[in-house]
């Protein structure tokens, strides 16, 4: 089969489409034939040689495809070959085929298309595990997204307005948020030009953000995330674009009786990972049956093109950028 491989770290010119060893499926385990992956900024991180995937996993980068199953190892059974499906991966998403646990492959949610379904699995995980699984969102709550736009946040919008909580958001530009008003966004704040902490107290009159769903990590935004957070509130955290070192200001927190979780999917224990899917599964494929979800995608490429598509990651993007297989 061909692949997506990394021959040293660096820029996206890094990146080929070689021919490498087709995989097998171990026990427990489909190989599905790959439709489409999503591109993810674990992705980038690893193509730059900051985040090398768990002993054992493909070396490949991509952690979501979508495809058709092509065989079964042992020990598998709810699953047959020929199912187009979804899937949760490690890594190995940039090839023609990859080795899938069957506890993390999801069937293709009605009304979503084959190539589509790859923009589902990562994202919808993160945001069902980490807003609803740890941090308990509410209806009526408030869930503060840092970085509203992108895949992780334009499904967040859609699944807590789906229970009927409010969301805050942040992004970067004018065209940004009016896209993530129309998915439901109720509070717009430009990261530019405008001080999150303060947009939140002003919108909640001095109240704050039930829960907050933060991919920066370091830096400052350790501490104010606390300080927009709600007696109470929750902070989860997802992401370090921001650093992976930052000042908390505990008297805070205890202030507010809050909580701080710091969460990756991806080094999860395989029995964990397939408890959030069966989750998903049970709870968010309905609401995408009956349209009240759906994946957003900005473009998609040939996989031959991922240099192309991680430079699409440069923060123009508008949800989830995907490759296809030829």
């Known amino acids: 089969m061909h692949a997506i491989t990394v021959a040293e770290p660096g820029g996206p010119e890094k990146l080929a489409w070689a021919e490498v060893p087709d ?41 979501e495809c979508s495809g058709t199953i092509a065989a079964l190892g042992p020990e598998v ?16 998403g940039y090839a023609q085929k990859v080795a899938v646990p069957a506890g993390q492959v999801l069937p293709v ?18 945001v069902w595990s980490n807003v609803f699984m740890i941090a308990h969102l509410r209806p009526r709550e408030l869930l503060f997204v840092q970085g ?104 805070a927190l205890l202030m507010r009786e809050g909580a701080v979780t710091a969460t990756s999917l991806r080094s999860r224990p395989l029995k964990e990972k397939a408890a959030i899917v069966a989750g998903v599964r049970e709870h968010v494929w309905p609401l995408i049956a009956a349209g009240k979800v759906r994946p957003v995608i900005d473009r998609e490429l040939p996989m031959s093109e991922a240099a192309e598509a991680h430079r699409a990651l440069d923060g123009s993007h508008i949800g989830k950028v995907l490759l296809t297989t030829p």
């Not at 949610?109 to 919808?124: C, I, M, T």
Request: charged share 20%; aromatic share 4%.
């Open 148 to 251: 509203g736009s992108g895949g992780i946040g334009t499904m967040a919008i859609q699944l807590a307005k789906a229970i009927g909580a409010r969301v805050a958001v942040t992004a970067g530009s004018k065209e940004k948020l009016e896209f993530c008003a129309e998915l439901g966004a109720d509070i717009l704040i430009d990261y530019h030009e405008q001080d999150f902490v303060t947009e939140i107290e002003r919108a909640t009159d001095g109240a704050g953000a039930d829960v907050i769903l933060d991919n920066m990590g370091g830096g400052d935004y350790l501490d104010r995330n606390v300080a927009a957070l709600a007696a109470n509130g929750r902070l989860a955290i997802i992401g370090l674009q921001a650093g992976t070192k930052g000042e908390l200001d505990i008297a």
């Open 77 to 92: 059974s709810g699953w047959s070959v020929g199912e187009e499906v979804c899937a949760l991966l490690v890594g190995g």
């Open 109 to 126: 949610p009605k009304g979503v298309s084959l190539v589509d379904a790859a923009a589902l699995p990562e994202v919808v995980c993160t």
């Open 23 to 63: 995989p097998a499926p171990g026990e427990g385990e489909v190989l599905v034939e790959v439709a489409a992956a999503g591109v993810n900024r674990a992705d980038i991180m690893q193509r730059q040689g900051v985040y090398d995937p768990p002993p054992g996993a493909s070396p490949y980068l991509g952690l």
